[in-house]
Antibody
Framework: EVQLVESGGGLVQPGGSLRLSCAAS????????MNWVRQAPGKGLEWFSY????????YYADSVKGRFTISRDNAKNSLYLQMNSLRDDDTAVYYC???????????????WGQGTLVTVSS | QSVLTQPPSVSAAPGQKVIISCSGS????????VSWYQQFPGTAPKLLIY???KRPSGIPDRFSASKSGTSATLGITGLQTGDEADYHC???????????FGTGTKVTVL
């Protein structure tokens, strides 16, 4: 069974940085594109970043463009998210999610990690 | 503000049927596959439907979905108390170059 486990969340001050990791077990991620999705407290889901299997294609939502960087290390079967210039409205549970094989843009997400909470507050 | 609109809530008695709508535009639902996700409180979303109407392995056929034009619908028949959850639609938006989710719908079993 494929399992995704996020880590790296926590409390950070506005303007600060945080790096999230997503480790996969049960299946190599090489063939799969990956995504980051977040959910602010009491709110809906917000997709905000995608990386293709090779890392050659990356998309960001406008809300994080220029502040967040998605990356992956297929040798380590892991996905990463570097978050800089964090703002109060970045407070959310952050999920990594695997995309369908061979996709060149987000198609559908399965499975999802359990999520990691990022709280931006002074 | 989401570009896909869902009703905030729907409800029905056990055994009955509910239908959840997801309204978009030609740049998203009209020209891309729609997927649906089920989310219980405090847990991660789970894929329910992909490519408009396909169920992943393990999803019961009580869950069905369709797409017509710029709208999509998710139906749940034989409603059970265990179906009480939030349901989200999602699709790629070609104009935004972004994946967009619906506003989410809470299903309540009366």
């Amino acid at each position: 069974e494929v399992q995704l486990v996020e880590s790296g969340g926590g409390l950070v001050q506005p303007g600060g940085s945080l790096r999230l990791s997503c480790a996969a077990s049960g299946l190599p991620l090489d063939y799969y594109s990956m995504n980051w999705v977040r959910q602010a407290p009491g709110k809906g889901l917000e997709w905000f970043s995608y990386v293709s299997s090779s890392g050659s294609t990356i998309y960001y939502a406008d809300s994080v463009k220029g502040r967040f960087t998605i990356s992956r290390d297929n040798a380590k079967n892991s996905l990463y998210l570097q978050m800089n210039s964090l703002r109060d409205d970045d407070t959310a549970v952050y999920y990594c999610a695997r995309d369908r094989p061979g996709s060149q843009y987000p198609k559908w997400f399965d499975p999802w990690g359990q999520g990691t909470l990022v709280t931006v507050s002074s | 503000q989401s570009v896909l609109t869902q009703p905030p809530s729907v409800s029905a008695a056990p055994g009955q049927k509910v239908i959840i709508s997801c309204s978009g535009s030609s740049s998203n639902i009209g020209n891309n596959y729609v997927s649906w996700y089920q989310q219980f409180p405090g847990t991660a979303p789970k894929l329910l439907i992909y490519e408009n109407n396909k169920r992943p392995s393990g999803i019961p056929d009580r869950f069905s979905a369709s797409k017509s034009g710029t709208s999509a619908t998710l139906g749940i028949t034989g409603l059970q108390t265990g179906d009480e959850a939030d349901y989200h639609c999602g699709t790629w938006d070609s104009s935004l170059s972004a994946y967009v989710f619906g506003t989410g719908t809470k299903v309540t079993v009366l």
